[in-house]
């Protein structure tokens, strides 16, 4: 698994070389594991026997944003859902494209939310959320709330429980993000018919 990573990691920017070694994982029995925001380093890297996505192999997801990422997860421990996610990370981190970027390529699979019902609603959180880093950064505002235990104002809304897009849209939407399918492949379970 360490040497099939190393050798994602140096082909990462070449999506059709990605693909021929990803497929060539599967078939030694190495399972290669979607990028996660709790789990990811920047890098592809070996967990056990499998390889874990990394998370600068996202489109739109610069060395900074990762850097964010894992600063904002040494301090804060693991985010449970988005929201706490958005309240744990830097700002460099909470900028539109990216969020989108890494809800589409599956990073925050392991939170409960669909991808669906992020894509939803993660606009909205993540002006909020600037508002809040903004003003706790003036001072004027504690990011979590007042000491008496007040939540600050995007814990308030839960993601929307929207079911999950439809296979193809989803597997599109991360073959855009991460140069392949990862999760899943829209031929999955047709081997026998291929063969």
Known sequence: AEYMAALLESVRD??????????ECRRMGIKV????????????????????????????????VVRGIIEGRDENGSASDFNEFLDHVPLVVCNKRVIESLIKAGAFDSLGHTRRGLMECFEQ????????????????????????GGAAVLTTTPVPALDEWEKRVKLAFEREMLGLYVSDHPLQGLEHILS
């Not at 070449?14 to 497929?23: G, W």
């Not at 380093?41 to 499998?50: E, L």
């Open 14 to 23: 070449d999506k059709d070389k990605s693909a021929i070694y990803l497929a």
């Open 125 to 148: 959180k993540v002006d909020e959320v600037i508002d809040l880093k903004r003003n706790a950064a003036n001072g004027q505002d504690d990011l979590f709330g007042d000491p008496s």
């Open 33 to 64: 594991l979607p990028p996660d925001v709790n789990e990811s380093q920047g890098r592809f890297t070996p967990v056990g026997t499998d390889i874990r996505f990394g998370l600068g192999a996202i489109r739109n997801v610069g060395n900074n």
